[in-house]
Protein backbone atom coordinates (compact mmCIF):
# COMPACT_ATOMS: atom_id res chain seq x y z
CA UNK A 1 0.00 0.00 0.00
CA UNK A 2 1.15 3.53 -0.97
CA UNK A 3 1.73 5.87 1.61
CA UNK A 4 -0.43 9.73 0.84
CA UNK A 5 2.45 11.28 0.53
CA UNK A 6 4.10 8.88 -1.87
CA UNK A 7 0.54 9.36 -3.94
CA UNK A 8 0.74 13.08 -3.26
CA UNK A 9 4.13 13.42 -5.16
CA UNK A 10 3.23 11.38 -7.87
CA UNK A 11 0.33 13.17 -8.64
CA UNK A 12 2.01 16.56 -8.97
CA UNK A 13 5.01 14.75 -10.99
CA UNK A 14 2.32 13.70 -13.30
CA UNK A 15 0.78 16.66 -12.98
CA UNK A 16 3.77 18.69 -14.24
CA UNK A 17 4.10 17.00 -17.45
CA UNK A 18 0.29 16.79 -18.56
CA UNK A 19 -0.42 20.36 -17.92
CA UNK A 20 3.05 21.80 -19.13
CA UNK A 21 3.16 19.10 -21.90
CA UNK A 22 -0.35 20.39 -23.25
CA UNK A 23 0.86 23.83 -22.96
CA UNK A 24 3.74 23.44 -25.34
CA UNK A 25 1.43 21.48 -27.74
CA UNK A 26 2.02 17.79 -26.20
CA UNK A 27 -1.08 15.71 -27.27
CA UNK A 28 -1.24 14.36 -23.57
CA UNK A 29 -3.33 10.77 -23.52
CA UNK A 30 -3.86 8.63 -20.22
CA UNK A 31 -2.42 9.99 -16.59
CA UNK A 32 -2.24 7.82 -13.99
CA UNK A 33 -0.85 7.65 -10.41
CA UNK A 34 -1.05 4.11 -9.85
CA UNK A 35 1.71 2.27 -9.60
CA UNK A 36 2.94 -0.42 -12.59
CA UNK A 37 6.14 -2.62 -12.19
CA UNK A 38 8.39 -0.37 -13.79
CA UNK A 39 6.82 3.30 -12.75
CA UNK A 40 5.07 4.87 -9.90
CA UNK A 41 2.97 7.16 -12.59
CA UNK A 42 3.01 7.75 -15.76
CA UNK A 43 1.90 10.47 -18.52
CA UNK A 44 1.59 9.28 -21.77
CA UNK A 45 2.47 11.84 -24.31
CA UNK A 46 1.88 11.30 -28.31
CA UNK A 47 5.59 12.88 -29.19
CA UNK A 48 7.26 11.59 -32.82
CA UNK A 49 10.87 10.66 -32.25
CA UNK A 50 12.61 13.24 -34.54
CA UNK A 51 10.63 15.04 -31.33
CA UNK A 52 12.51 13.44 -28.20
CA UNK A 53 15.32 15.66 -28.36
CA UNK A 54 13.19 18.78 -29.04
CA UNK A 55 13.68 21.95 -26.35
CA UNK A 56 9.51 21.43 -26.25
CA UNK A 57 10.85 17.97 -25.19
CA UNK A 58 13.09 19.18 -22.41
CA UNK A 59 11.30 20.99 -20.68
CA UNK A 60 7.95 18.92 -20.92
CA UNK A 61 10.84 15.88 -19.45
CA UNK A 62 11.77 18.62 -16.64
CA UNK A 63 8.26 19.65 -15.39
CA UNK A 64 7.38 16.66 -13.72
CA UNK A 65 10.12 16.19 -11.34
CA UNK A 66 10.02 20.67 -10.84
CA UNK A 67 6.38 19.90 -9.92
CA UNK A 68 6.91 17.42 -7.52
CA UNK A 69 9.98 19.28 -5.76
CA UNK A 70 7.35 22.58 -5.41
CA UNK A 71 4.64 20.42 -4.29
CA UNK A 72 6.33 18.31 -1.88
CA UNK A 73 9.24 21.61 -0.73
CA UNK A 74 12.09 19.14 -1.44
CA UNK A 75 15.56 19.84 -2.94
CA UNK A 76 15.96 19.00 -7.20
CA UNK A 77 18.18 16.34 -6.12
CA UNK A 78 15.40 14.42 -3.84
CA UNK A 79 12.64 14.77 -6.85
CA UNK A 80 15.16 13.16 -9.31
CA UNK A 81 16.17 10.35 -7.69
CA UNK A 82 12.58 9.80 -6.34
CA UNK A 83 10.50 8.94 -9.77
CA UNK A 84 12.60 11.55 -11.74
CA UNK A 85 15.87 10.04 -12.97
CA UNK A 86 13.81 8.30 -16.09
CA UNK A 87 12.60 11.54 -16.55
CA UNK A 88 16.07 13.95 -15.97
CA UNK A 89 17.92 11.23 -18.28
CA UNK A 90 15.81 11.62 -21.41
CA UNK A 91 16.05 15.77 -21.00
CA UNK A 92 19.88 14.91 -20.59
CA UNK A 93 20.12 12.85 -23.74
CA UNK A 94 18.27 15.38 -25.35
CA UNK A 95 20.26 18.32 -24.27
CA UNK A 96 23.28 16.36 -25.74
CA UNK A 97 21.88 15.77 -29.36
CA UNK A 98 21.03 19.49 -29.23
CA UNK A 99 24.90 20.12 -28.20
CA UNK A 100 24.27 21.79 -24.44
CA UNK A 101 26.60 22.74 -22.55
CA UNK A 102 26.27 23.49 -18.81
CA UNK A 103 25.11 26.73 -19.54
CA UNK A 104 22.30 25.72 -21.69
CA UNK A 105 21.23 23.25 -18.82
CA UNK A 106 20.66 26.25 -16.49
CA UNK A 107 18.61 27.90 -18.68
CA UNK A 108 16.32 24.90 -19.38
CA UNK A 109 15.83 24.26 -15.85
CA UNK A 110 15.26 27.92 -15.07
CA UNK A 111 12.90 28.24 -17.92
CA UNK A 112 11.26 24.96 -16.84
CA UNK A 113 10.81 26.73 -13.15
CA UNK A 114 9.11 29.73 -14.58
CA UNK A 115 6.89 27.56 -16.52
CA UNK A 116 5.87 25.71 -13.41
CA UNK A 117 5.24 28.28 -11.34
CA UNK A 118 3.42 30.38 -13.81
CA UNK A 119 0.85 27.01 -14.60
CA UNK A 120 1.37 26.32 -11.11
CA UNK A 121 -2.51 26.96 -10.41
CA UNK A 122 -3.83 24.51 -12.58
CA UNK A 123 -1.09 21.90 -12.04
CA UNK A 124 -2.63 21.83 -8.78
CA UNK A 125 -5.93 21.41 -9.59
CA UNK A 126 -4.91 18.68 -12.21
CA UNK A 127 -3.19 17.01 -9.21
CA UNK A 128 -6.07 17.33 -6.98
CA UNK A 129 -8.02 15.45 -9.32
CA UNK A 130 -5.85 12.68 -9.61
CA UNK A 131 -5.76 12.56 -5.71
CA UNK A 132 -9.64 12.33 -5.28
CA UNK A 133 -10.82 10.07 -7.98
CA UNK A 134 -9.08 6.40 -8.92
CA UNK A 135 -5.71 8.05 -9.76
CA UNK A 136 -6.01 7.98 -13.53
CA UNK A 137 -7.69 10.32 -16.33
CA UNK A 138 -8.42 8.76 -19.32
CA UNK A 139 -7.06 9.71 -22.42
CA UNK A 140 -10.65 11.09 -23.80
CA UNK A 141 -11.00 13.44 -20.52
CA UNK A 142 -7.75 14.48 -20.22
CA UNK A 143 -7.84 17.34 -23.14
CA UNK A 144 -11.38 18.30 -21.92
CA UNK A 145 -9.95 18.72 -18.56
CA UNK A 146 -6.98 20.57 -19.41
CA UNK A 147 -9.18 22.57 -22.18
CA UNK A 148 -11.11 23.81 -18.99
CA UNK A 149 -8.48 24.24 -16.39
CA UNK A 150 -6.87 26.40 -18.91
CA UNK A 151 -9.14 28.11 -20.77
CA UNK A 152 -8.02 31.45 -21.59
CA UNK A 153 -6.24 32.33 -18.15
CA UNK A 154 -3.10 34.97 -19.30
CA UNK A 155 -1.11 32.83 -17.54
CA UNK A 156 -1.35 30.16 -20.28
CA UNK A 157 -0.69 32.18 -23.30
CA UNK A 158 1.89 34.20 -21.14
CA UNK A 159 4.01 30.60 -20.48
CA UNK A 160 3.52 29.64 -24.07
CA UNK A 161 4.99 33.11 -25.65
CA UNK A 162 7.67 32.41 -23.32
CA UNK A 163 8.28 28.86 -24.16
CA UNK A 164 8.02 29.82 -27.84
CA UNK A 165 10.76 32.76 -27.57
CA UNK A 166 12.73 30.39 -26.00
CA UNK A 167 12.69 27.65 -28.39
CA UNK A 168 13.55 30.41 -31.04
CA UNK A 169 16.97 30.65 -28.89
CA UNK A 170 17.84 26.57 -30.31
CA UNK A 171 16.12 26.21 -33.40
CA UNK A 172 19.28 26.40 -35.85
CA UNK A 173 20.38 23.14 -33.50
CA UNK A 174 17.34 21.58 -33.22
CA UNK A 175 17.33 21.53 -37.25
CA UNK A 176 20.82 20.42 -37.13
CA UNK A 177 20.00 17.57 -34.69
CA UNK A 178 17.01 16.59 -36.12
CA UNK A 179 19.28 16.29 -39.37
CA UNK A 180 21.68 13.85 -37.80
CA UNK A 181 19.01 12.22 -36.56
CA UNK A 182 17.44 11.43 -39.80
CA UNK A 183 20.60 10.35 -41.09
CA UNK A 184 21.39 8.07 -38.52
CA UNK A 185 17.97 6.73 -38.92
CA UNK A 186 17.43 6.43 -42.80
CA UNK A 187 20.51 7.12 -44.48
CA UNK A 188 22.85 3.90 -45.41
CA UNK A 189 26.17 4.27 -45.92
Given at each position: ?????????????E?????????????????????????R??????????????P??????????YAQ????????????????A?????????????????R????????????V?Q????I?????????????????????????????K????????RV?????L????????????????????
Open positions: MRSASDRRSTAYHAGHAVVGHALSIRIGRVTINPTASFGHTAARVYESELFSTHIIFCLAGPQRAMRTGWLYAALDGGDDWESAAEAMKRLGCGSDELAFERMTRKIKLWPVDSFARLLLQGTGEIAEHQVLELLESLLGQAEYHDAVLHRFQAYAERYVTAQNAFYAERYVKA
